[in-house]
T-cell receptor
Framework: EAQVTQNPRYLITVTGKKLTVTCSQN?????MSWYRQDPGLGLRQIYY???????DKGDVPEGYKVSRKEKRNFPLILESPSPNQTSLYFC?????????????FGPGTRLTVL | AQRVTQPEKLLSVFKGAPVELKCNYS??????LFWYVQYSRQRLQLLLR??SRESIKGFTADLNKGETSFHLKKPFAQEEDSAMYYC??????????FGTGTLLAVQP
């Protein structure tokens, strides 16, 4: 089944403890992206990747890192999480980053930073 | 600057009533516009894109460049339409900018 998977789905952690949220897609998509969803703010793009080894900042990249070593994986890294990073995170992928390509979303990861 | 505005956080209608979810955008070039929907406990998914000019689940959206709007419409709402709806814009930078979303609640 073609899909985007994220792990973990739920995570509670403490301030300053490094964590990684994994994202994987099996559709051979070139474009992958991370978003955070907060009440009243909608979805905001954190980072995106046009292809392997090509990443760029979205609108809210502060406090996050990403890497794209393989086409299928696009992990989101929080080196030193803070409470303001408590949010619902979505990974998405599409055939390419341009044009009217549909983005396929993962199920979301709910992160709580205490 | 690229911006998407959805002025209504919540839109409550009765079953069978017409629905219009508003979306206005700010972009100097030719925008690529989308509507995404998130049903309860489900993933965000594409509903329609303006280039397709199609009707999906009875919904349509017309791009009005003069008013910089891309409102989503359906003539007769159904209970299963209840969901969170996001308007999105892709500009030249390949970033996808989402609005803040509108929660549509269709009452029986």
């Amino acid at each position: 089944e073609a899909q985007v998977t994220q792990n973990p789905r739920y995570l509670i952690t403490v301030t300053g403890k490094k964590l990684t949220v994994t994202c994987s897609q099996n559709m051979n998509h070139e474009y992958m992206s991370w978003y955070r969803q907060d009440p009243g703010l909608g979805l905001r793009q954190i980072y995106y990747s046009m292809n392997v080894e090509v990443t760029d900042k979205g609108d809210v990249p502060e406090g996050y890192k990403v890497s794209r070593k393989e086409k299928r994986n696009f992990p989101l890294i929080l080196e030193s999480p803070s409470p303001n990073q408590t949010s619902l995170y979505f990974c998405a992928s599409s055939t390419s980053g341009s044009g009217y390509n549909e983005q396929f979303f993962g199920p979301g990861t709910r992160l709580t930073v205490l | 600057a690229q911006r998407v505005t959805q002025p209504e956080k919540l839109l409550s209608v009765f079953k069978g009533a017409p629905v219009e979810l508003k979306c206005n955008y700010s972009y100097s070039g030719s925008p690529e516009l989308f509507w995404y929907v998130q049903y309860s406990r489900q993933r965000l998914q594409l509903l329609l894109r303006h280039i397709s000019r199609e009707s999906i689940k009875g919904f349509t959206a017309d791009l009005n460049k003069g008013e910089t709007s891309f409102h989503l419409k359906k003539p007769f709402a159904q209970e299963e339409d209840s969901a969170m709806y996001y308007c999105a814009l892709r500009g030249a930078t390949n970033k996808l900018i989402f609005g803040t979303g509108t929660l549509l609640a269709v009452q029986p």
